[in-house]
């Protein structure tokens, strides 16, 4: 294994639910070694999405309270960081891909506008050279027609056409870890593999890690290095791909595995 | 081709429908004004000429088709109260009211937006609670007592008297600004609790979707996301409401504002109209009020086109 | 905890409402007392002297023509309860009775010939409105309110319409409907009930509005005839402030105040209660 690029140590998220409070995070600890593609999987409600989002630090104090000993990136714990010094962070050197691609870009902007927002704030890029660099990293994200995709509205795309536009914005800064939270759940299967391909070219080219979540372990078979598996806020195992699939460990995860074969639990 | 079609049908029947609710209200059930012209001691002959003219011994339906004919040809006719040509009253007040009561319309709605944004940006915070509370207590006083309120502080000894108590007398800038200060101060004052609180709410719920969450991820800072994302997206709603309350604030709250200070505008005319039955200042007021809301709905539509790209 | 539960749990802890609450009801107390003869009686006696400053005998001082303020402000209490409680309660009732019909059958007559209707009021200005039926009904005490009543509707008629066009798609709907129920009973019985949290929360903030129209409808000379209202009391005083006597002002501004802040703290718990997307550790962060 590479050397690590994320560090993550006892990294807690509780929420208030009925007045108690709940951990649906319970003090994780894992590795992301550099280039690597890690999947985290486990079934609905089981943590996955508060991990990414706390990772970037995206859950509202309303939500819930998030606690960890470190977030290591690259040598800054993202876990003490101030907000201001946070957001230089989002974007550029961490970023993140949603489930919805539907609902994730905003509907009153222009793609190409959102996209060279990345470049203008973390590249501090001008806005014919943001302009450029977007366009090119459109076509990168596989776009033929990159010009048209640059001018469109978002509901004037596909939902796998509006997720790649994600992506391109994610991997803008060719960031060291990209978080990706069940990228191609809400897409049909033939978009899904594009997407997955495209995704895993790029960070591999650029030598970003990515955290992919999912619950599909098809995609953790074909995709991924190492696997966490993960429930009820704890990660039970974590082996690497054919290691997990030969020889699982722990019994949820055997019984992940037989369930995704269709055998009886 | 079809959508534009059906919606001038809709503001056809809409015109319609208020034009026929005023005659109504307003002309058939309307003071008699045979009287007030006559006098007391009129013969039999001299009233049924007179009912003759002023067209009363015509029968409901005929009496509402004049008076729909009338209005869409613009034969507004002469104010039965001054004798004065009603297209020339409403020449002269129309201006007045629109310079007075737009100021503190926009100011009011501007102020709630930005307000509104603030305290959704912190939400739950005591900025948030603040604004809140200021807003249910803006909400809780009365119009009137505003208005007393202000003007006993602003234009009287027992206050700064600063400020004119009545009247209209503009002439230039300077003069303007002396007359138009208190009541656009009340007109602000009173619908800033309600706008607030509606703008709040909208900007909340636009602040919740996944595209802010998607900004966020990629570093937009807390200022960025409220004014430039949830603002735009809010547009639509804030226009609607802006649009729709046109007639409650601006037409209603010209009446009160104009009575109170003695303001000439078309407000005060239709009230005094509506009191005497002045029959064709009526008409001229009511089909107007309805074909401007007719408008309003159009000048809508045309800027939700404008502000939203999904909107066909 | 089921939902009914919640709901009282939130409404337990809004301190806000509940004070709002207490003061509603000393009000409804109040105008009670007034209704029953037992205090507020003698609010038209020219007990005193012109504008006479408070005293033992006139708690609140007098007002131009002698008569206690202190007794018409604790009268007015019951005037505004009548017209609140009227207006609310029956443009409530309407407004549910039509959004429900056009809801039912919307895309149908019904819902067109309804919203037409709520189109053309909401478009005629609302005083020259008032002003109009009041000269219709020749100057009858009830004009005030069948005006309000007349246009106060269309705001819950369109929540109610709304909410009846989500509900017809839901399980229970179907079911009553395939089994063959009369569509006006599962819409009495069913649907209906289910727009109740709307229906209290529409009625409350009608009651708050009655109330102030009432106020700006009686400065114009077409509100409360008969009886005493803080409206009357503050339009007689708009002439007693350019003299420096604020006694008459103060009295009816104050109770008015306080009477629509703590309505609209009670609507306010009322709506946050029935929401089910509220959190209220959200809001007390």
Redesign the interface.
């Known amino acids: 294994m590479n050397a690590p690029v994320l560090v993550v140590r006892d990294l807690t998220v509780s929420v208030l639910q009925d007045r108690q409070p709940r951990a649906v995070v319970d003090g994780i600890s894992f590795d992301l070694a550099e280039g690597e593609i890690l999947a985290l999987v486990g079934e609905s409600g089981c943590g996955k999405t508060k991990t990414a989002e706390a990772l970037l630090g995206l859950v509202p104090a309303s939500a819930g309270s998030v606690s960890a000993q470190s977030i290591v990136l690259g040598g800054t714990n993202l876990a003490a960081l101030p907000e201001s010094a946070m957001r230089r962070v989002r974007g550029r050197d961490i970023s993140m891909v949603f489930q919805e691609p539907l609902t994730a870009l905003d509907p009153v902007f222009r793609t190409g506008h959102q996209l060279s927002a990345v470049f203008r704030r973390h590249r501090r890029l001008g806005r014919s050279e943001a302009r450029r660099a977007s366009l090119e990293m459109l076509e990168r994200v596989g776009f033929a027609d990159a010009g048209h995709v640059l001018r469109s509205y978002p509901h004037e795309l596909s939902g796998g056409m509006r997720q790649r536009v994600v992506i391109a914005m994610a991997m803008a800064c060719r960031p060291r870890v990209l978080v990706a939270d069940e990228p191609t759940t809400a897409l049909d299967v033939t978009t899904q593999a594009q997407v997955l391909t495209r995704l895993t070219e790029l960070a591999g080219e650029a030598g970003t890690a990515i955290l992919l979540i999912t619950h599909d372990l098809g995609i953790v078979a074909h995709y991924c290095d190492r696997a966490l598996i993960m429930r009820d806020g704890r990660i039970v195992e974590q082996a690497a791909v054919d290691q997990l699939f030969r020889q699982p460990r722990h019994p949820y995860t055997a019984r992940l595995l037989a369930a995704a074969r269709g055998e009886a639990p | 081709m079809q959508y534009p079609l059906r919606k001038a049908f809709h503001g056809l029947l809409l015109v319609l429908g208020v034009t026929f609710i005023s005659f109504v209200l307003m002309v058939w059930f309307g003071p008699d004004q045979t009287y007030t012209l006559l006098g007391k001691n009129a013969t039999a002959e001299q009233i049924a000429e007179v009912r003759h003219e002023l067209g009363y011994d015509q029968p409901f339906l005929r009496r509402y088709l004049d008076y729909v004919a009338d209005l869409f040809t613009l034969r507004l006719g002469a104010s039965n109260a001054s004798g004065e040509q009603v297209s020339r009253i409403l020449a002269r007040t129309a201006p007045v009211s629109l310079a007075l009561m737009l100021p503190g319309f926009v100011l009011g709605n501007l102020m709630g937006i930005a307000l509104g944004l603030a305290a959704a940006r912190r939400r739950g915070q005591w900025t948030d609670r603040l604004i809140s509370g200021l807003s249910v207590t803006g909400m809780s006083i009365s119009f009137l007592v505003i208005i007393i309120a202000l003007q006993v502080l602003l234009s009287t000894p027992y206050g700064l008297n600063l400020f004119p108590v009545r009247g209209w007398q503009v002439t230039d800038l300077p003069s303007y600004l002396w007359h138009v200060t208190v009541p656009t101060l009340s007109l602000v004052l009173v619908t800033l609790g309600y706008n607030t609180r509606f703008y709040r709410a909208v900007f909340v719920e636009e602040a919740s979707r996944d595209h802010i969450r998607t900004a966020r991820a990629f570093g937009a800072s807390p200022a960025v996301l409220m004014w430039k994302h949830v603002l735009k997206n809010s547009l639509v709603p804030i226009i609607t409401r802006v649009m729709f309350s046109i007639p409650l604030v601006v037409i209603s709250g010209s009446l009160l504002i104009e009575s109170y200070f003695g303001i000439p505008g078309v407000g005060k005319v239709a009230f005094d109209a509506i009191t005497s039955g002045d029959q064709p200042v009526l008409k001229a007021v009511v089909g107007l009020t309805a074909v401007a809301f007719v408008l309003i709905q159009i000048a809508t539509d045309l800027l939700y086109r404008l502000v939203d790209p999904r909107v066909a | 905890?089921e939902p009914e539960g919640r709901i009282w749990r939130r409404l337990r802890e809004d301190r806000a409402g509940l004070a709002g609450l207490a003061v509603v009801s000393l009000f409804l107390m109040l105008a009670l007392a007034v209704w029953l003869g037992l205090i507020g009686q003698d609010w038209s006696i020219a007990a005193g002297g012109r504008w006479e400053p408070p005293s033992p005998q006139h708690w609140f001082g007098t007002n131009i023509l002698g008569q206690d303020i202190f007794q018409r402000a604790v009268y007015s209490v019951r005037t505004a309860f009548e017209v609140g409680l009227v207006v609310a309660v029956l443009s409530t009732l309407l407004g549910a009775l039509l959004g429900a019909l056009a809801g039912w059958y919307s895309h149908g007559w019904p819902d067109g010939a309804i919203l037409?209707?709520m189109?053309?009021?909401?478009?005629?200005?609302?005083?020259?409105?008032v002003?109009?039926?009041a000269?219709?009904?020749q100057g009858q005490p009830w004009a005030m309110h069948v005006a309000m009543i007349a246009t106060f509707w269309t705001g819950t008629s369109r929540l109610v319409r709304a909410e009846v066009m989500k509900l017809k798609t839901r399980e229970f709907v179907m079911a009553a409907r395939t089994i063959g129920l009369p569509d006006l009973l599962i819409l009495g019985r069913h649907v209906l009930p289910n727009t109740v949290h709307i229906l209290l929360v529409q009625a409350s903030i009608a009651f708050?509005a009655a109330i102030?129209t009432e106020?700006?409808l009686s400065?114009?000379g077409l509100g409360v005839q008969d009886g005493v209202s803080w409206?009357l009391m503050?339009?007689e005083?708009?002439q007693e402030?350019?003299a420096?006597h604020?006694n008459n002002?103060l009295a009816a501004?104050l109770m008015?105040?306080v009477l629509?802040?703590s309505f609209?703290?009670l609507a306010?718990a009322l709506q946050d209660a029935f929401d089910p997307t509220f959190?209220p550790?959200?809001?007390?962060?």
């Open positions: 905890m037409w209707l189109g053309v009021l909401d478009s005629i200005p609302f005083y020259l409105f002003a109009a039926v000269y219709a009904l708050v102030k106020v700006i400065f114009l409206g503050l339009a005083s708009t402030v350019l420096g604020f002002f501004s008015l105040f629509l802040m609209n703290l306010d959190d550790k959200q809001a007390a962060q």
